[in-house]
């Protein structure tokens, strides 16, 4: 279903880095703001690539694609509505450090660099709030890292699937089968085998937390997935 301009504006700011700013800063950025729009697996731009833009998600998934010391490139984590991305070379104007992907038919607002320093020129508030884009980077990358320290792999694989898909900000997928999203892929984010994912999600499938289809898992229990990656739930007794 194709939304209007005015159900774009209202979801880019209810959540995420938007949403913490003034009704006159929001305008002005989705004054300048366009709507673009990606097929799945679609590259947004590469680690390397020349600084541009930024984008702030509307619909479907981008995967933030990380380069490890031996220059392969691995999932990290899946950005949902209303989350912002590709701020830290609009702003240093040093070349991307991140790659970007869709997981899915996706949609974003983009703001290109030129309209960024126009908002950021016209006071030194909007100039700050353009910069607030960082620390709202900063929160993500510690949430990232406060799951990879989840020493049990059923638990931490819990954790990761309730932050990549956005379902406890009350994101829901696209289509009623869940969110695109692999098990190799979601190996890869939790640090773990195929196998191993295989095994834990047929578990938590058995408790009713999550439904399985191909490529696609829904979340059918956030609270009991969120127990479990907690520690709160008996079901823990009985993980590896």
């Not at 009704?23 to 097929?39: I, P």
């Not at 049990?152 to 990761?160: E, K, L, T």
Request: charged fraction near 20%.
């Amino acid at each position: 279903t194709v939304m209007n301009r005015a159900k774009l504006d209202a979801i880019a700011r209810s959540s995420g880095w938007l949403a913490l700013q003034p009704e006159l800063f929001q305008d002005a950025v989705l004054g300048k703001a366009s709507v673009v729009s990606f097929a799945a697996r679609a590259y947004v731009f590469h680690t390397g690539d020349e600084p541009g833009g930024v984008y702030g998600v509307l619909s479907g998934g981008f995967g933030i694609y990380i380069a490890g010391r031996d220059s392969s490139v691995s999932l990290g984590h899946v950005l949902r509505a209303g989350r912002w991305f590709g701020y830290g070379p609009a702003l240093t104007r040093v070349s991307r450090t991140l790659t970007f992907r869709t997981m899915e038919p996706s949609a974003a607002f983009f703001l290109p660099l030129a309209a960024l320093d126009e908002i950021g020129s016209r006071n030194t508030d909007f100039m700050r709030r353009v910069c607030t884009m960082l620390a709202v980077a900063v929160d993500e990358a510690i949430a990232t890292t406060v799951d990879l320290l989840i020493r049990r792999s059923d638990m931490r694989i819990a954790a990761i699937l309730l932050r990549v898909t956005g379902v406890e900000d009350g994101i829901g997928p696209s289509e009623p089968e869940g969110y695109i999203l692999t098990q190799t892929e979601l190996a890869e984010m939790a640090n773990v085998s195929r196998d191993v994912v295989n095994r834990t999600l047929a578990r938590f499938k058995a408790q009713g937390w999550v439904a399985l289809t191909y490529n696609r898992i829904a979340v059918r229990d956030p609270a009991a997935l969120s127990g479990f990656a907690s520690g709160n739930t008996a079901a823990n007794k009985n993980g590896s």
